[in-house]
């Protein structure tokens, strides 16, 4: 029997078997895709849609899709977002062309070459004790309330379309990557190996600011909400970025303590997200309530073992991603695409606990033929029971 798409998620993250495996694609940054691609998508569909970017930041370089779009793309997910606050959007908007962006926080972006920007602001590089937290006067303040006057009224109108899933993502950069924004990643990292106690200070700051605004954001969903989306990029291509053993001491903790703030206030699903090989954090990821996992970087490490991911923790977590944005998206031909696509979702998708979409954002050099192959495999293949 056919489902809707709101049933299909539903059913795949409580661990049941839908008509289909879900497809996630368009909802965030972390799923969605760069305005090159974008536009070419909508070429290809013959979609008339105009150019817009999620969060109104340009400098992202993340397309906001539109409607008809995520209906060719056969998302089953619709997202809900957080915005910077208006003055620091006016702000940004009306600066010189080319000069850096800076956010609410104070961190920004430099282009580095036209049109590419990269993460090079950093306003506490050279904080080391907690009088030097105390006195930067760059604090975002969470409760303008600007930053989600949209989402009651968004959120509300999808609940009661009662269509796709809703999965909503406040724009917090959770407290690991806030942290390298505002201190540099070479420099934070260095204070989490030499000086734990203003790591944890630092990073206790930050998410007091990311627990602020998330009431906010629970308080305006008003509970339409399906899936939260949450996440720290911990993982490189063959490893951790820090070990085991100072995630266990310094941010699991963090982490805990966030997810059971937004645990007590919401029945939400929680989607963590991390890129690279995260598999020796997954069975701490399952400890702290992490009930979806994103993006299953499948080119990294122990990740790649889709086998051993699914025997050792298809029961105790959903797989979110899993397509390859890495070498297959952006350089596989249309047959290879749809082989992966296909292999993917035979290994993940048995019994529920599998959504498909790529690893992390489309970039530009996917062709938009590679991304309408992705989606339309899972279209084709994702239905159960899943074809051999």
Known sequence: MSMTPRERVLAAINHQQPDRVPMVIGANNATGIKMQPYQGIKSLAGIQAPDKYIYDWPELGTAEIDEATLRRLHSDVRGVLDLEPGHVRRRNHERDPHSDYIDSWGSGQTEITPGDWFPGIHPLPEAR?????????????????????????????????NQYAIMATPWLLFPFERAHAM?????????????????????EK???????????????????????????DLGTQNSLMISPKMYREILKPIHAD????????????????SCGDVGPLIADFVDIGVDILNPIQTSTGSISDLPALKKRYG???????????HRILPFGSVAEV??????????????????IGPVHTVMNDVPAENVLAMVDAVEEFGHYPLRT
């Open 129 to 161: 004790t907690l009088e030097d937290l105390e006195n930067y006067q760059g604090w975002p303040d969470m409760d303008d309330p600007s930053r989600v006057a949209h989402v009651r009224e968004t959120a509300r109108q999808l609940a009661e379309e």
């Open 258 to 273: 966030f997810i059971s703030f937004i645990k007590s206030r919401s029945t939400a699903k929680i989607m963590f997200h």
């Open 206 to 232: 930050i998410t007091a600011c990311c627990k602020q605004l998330m009431g906010h954001f629970l308080d305006e969903l008003d509970g339409n909400v399906d899936i939260i989306k949450i996440g720290d």
């Open 338 to 355: 749809r082989a992966e696509v296909k292999r993917v979702m035979q290994i993940l998708g048995p019994g529920g606990g599998c959504m």
């Open 183 to 203: 201190q540099g990643m070479e420099a934070f990292l260095l204070n989490m190996a030499m000086d734990p106690e203003f790591t944890r200070a630092l990073l």
């Open 315 to 325: 029961n105790n977590m959903v797989f979110c991603g899993g397509i390859d944005s």
